[in-house]
């Protein structure tokens, strides 16, 4: 059967799908709120990244499987990339970016989110749940899942309630109001339902505690159900940006010159580039030279304007950056990638929290983009480039 005929009979319910190739082989599993509507988006061509019309022309069957709300559709989709690691879950992406719960071994554990690359800090002992794709979303769904069964993050035994103890949050480990063993249960049943066991879970929550076992079947997942709207697609949230990327470099040992490259929807759009010849800052002022270059930029208003702007530097040249942007009143979101701490990324203060996730899911592409800013500017010449230098 035709793909999109298939995937019009998809069910309006919350689950997850996965995309098969000729060999039956996982080529990506997703989760939606709606699975039919979330499906469908997949052949909107005008909707996709190259990634996922890569996958899609070499999926031949797409299936489903429907679950009883968003909560444990992540949980599903989890146990199935771990199961899987389908090529375009992890394509273009360090699986050591992955997102995880991780719930030591001890008296009064509590889960805690790591990156992939942070698990080798924990011990053998410790129980690993993941992969998660979406930092925000996972944070959101923990938040669900400790109002059903309470953890502390406290200091045990301190003798002082907490916060979290008395707004619910927390059993009170803190003040001595509940012991190990029942601690241990809402620990083992956070286990079991990050495990994908709903079935075990019910069971043993209706004899052990029926309350949890009403909330859990009746969970109250809008915020979550938020969440995953505003961050999928990510590729529509990429492919919806105009990036540009700056770099500054000497190219003769004498001339200072600054590059501008652009990504539209997702991909390098080279008639946008632009080469800057650095006229009034000072020689082997790297700051001066960026502010310079971009300011200049910010006067051509026949331009389209940028989304973001990507610098490749580190706190110094965000927060340089930042101000001079505030000085001129140009209300534009500011990234940097910092390679001297291992390409992290770096924000101005004050951003918010979704806007700075959503960036952060797309790493790779403004890795992308720091690499082509920094090809762009040291083999341009002023020769070959003299035309897009001239006028600037």
């Avoid at 759009?269 to 200049?296: V, W």
């Avoid at 910092?338 to 770096?346: A, R």
Wanted: with cysteine; charged share 30%.
């Amino acid at each position: 059967m035709n793909l999109l005929l298939k995937a019009k009979k998809f069910p309006l319910t919350p689950g997850i799908y996965m995309f098969l190739d000729a060999k039956k082989r996982v080529l990506y599993v997703g989760r939606a709120v709606s699975l039919k509507k979330r499906i469908l988006n997949y052949f909107q061509k005008n909707l996709l990244d190259q990634r996922i019309k890569e996958m899609v022309s070499l999926a031949r069957d797409v299936k489903y499987e429907k679950s009883g709300n968003l909560l444990d559709a992540i949980v599903l989709e989890a146990n199935l990339i771990k199961k899987y690691w389908p090529k375009y879950n992890i394509k273009d992406r360090d699986d050591r970016s992955f997102v995880y719960f991780v719930i030591p071994k001890g008296d009064f554990p509590r889960p805690i989110m790591a990156r992939g690359k942070e698990l080798e800090r924990f011990p053998k002992t410790a129980k690993i749940f993941g992969p998660y794709q979406a930092l925000h979303l996972i944070r959101a769904a923990l938040k669900i899942i400790r109002r059903i069964f309470p953890y502390s993050t406290c200091k045990v035994g301190s003798g002082k309630p907490c916060f979290d103890y008395q707004i619910g949050l927390c059993p009170g480990a803190c003040v001595g109001a509940i012991s190990k063993e029942d601690y241990k249960k809402n620990i083992d049943s956070i286990v079991l339902l990050l495990r994908g066991d709903k079935k075990g879970l019910m069971k043993k929550l209706k004899k052990e505690n029926p309350d949890q076992a009403r909330a859990l079947e009746h969970i109250q997942d809008v915020v979550l159900i938020n969440d995953e709207n505003f961050q999928f697609p990510i590729s529509n949230f990429q492919k919806a940006q105009r990036i540009e990327g700056y770099d500054v470099s000497h190219l003769t040992g004498k001339e200072t010159y600054g590059s501008m490259v652009v990504f539209t929807n997702g991909e390098a759009d080279k008639n946008q580039y632009r080469l800057f010849k650095i006229k009034s800052a000072p020689a082997n002022d790297d700051l001066r030279a960026l502010e310079e270059m971009i300011l200049r930029r910010f006067n051509h208003s026949e331009w389209p304007r940028p989304n973001f702007i990507l610098i490749d530097g580190g706190r110094p040249q965000i927060s340089f950056i930042s101000k001079t942007l505030r000085n001129k009143n140009i209300n534009i979101i500011l990234v940097g990638i910092s390679k001297f701490k291992g390409d992290e990324l770096v924000f101005p203060l004050g951003i918010k929290k979704t806007t700075r996730e959503l960036i952060e899911n797309m790493k790779n592409v403004l890795l992308k983009v720091r690499e082509e800013a920094h090809r762009f500017a040291l083999k341009s010449s002023r020769r070959k480039m003299g035309v897009l230098i001239s006028n600037f």
